[in-house]
């Protein structure tokens, strides 16, 4: 899979560790930074590059955002026509979230979840396929055509 990636300060770490796992598990990964730590950046400048990098072709392309409480990061990416990012903190979720919302990117919370949960969250999220249930592209198709609307 292509999957974008990036961080602020706080997931900066982590992104850095999930890039090379996902890269030995065969992904094609794209880091959208930070290549360096810097503790005053801003979660929105990765975020939304992310997003929109996903947004061209959402999909067959997915991205994964770290930020502290990943909050921010979600909320930034999901401002991107074509987005539904989703904040994630348990494996059980991220399937659910694939299987009933189809999200193509991912924001994960450093300061709440450690690395192996990491990992459980997107293998989770990378191996459910979404449900197809008509209900799922109904409520989809609505969020698609609001955006689409503005």
Not at 17 to 35: C, N, Q, R, Y
Not at 68 to 86: E, F, L, Q, T
Not at 122 to 138: G, V, Y
Request: hydrophobic fraction near 40%; charge should be negative; charged fraction near 25%.
């Amino acid at each position: 899979m292509h999957i974008f990636i990036a961080a602020d300060h706080n997931g900066f770490a982590m992104k850095n560790d999930l890039a090379e796992w996902l890269k030995a598990d065969g992904h094609t990964v794209e880091d959208f930074g930070p290549v360096e730590f810097n503790k005053d950046d801003d979660y929105p400048d990765f975020g939304i590059k992310v997003a929109e990098a996903v947004a061209e072709d959402p999909t067959n392309r997915y991205g994964i955002l770290l930020c502290g409480s990943g909050v921010g990061m979600a909320v930034g990416a999901d401002k991107v026509p074509g987005i539904r990012a989703a904040l994630i903190h348990d494996p059980a979720i991220a399937a659910a979230a694939q299987r009933d919302d189809d999200i193509n990117v991912l924001a994960l919370g450093a300061q709440y979840i450690d690395i192996n949960t990491a990992k459980k969250i997107i293998t989770n999220w990378l191996t459910t396929p979404f449900s197809e249930e008509e209900r799922h592209k109904r409520r989809i198709g609505k969020i698609t055509q609001y955006e689409k609307s503005r």
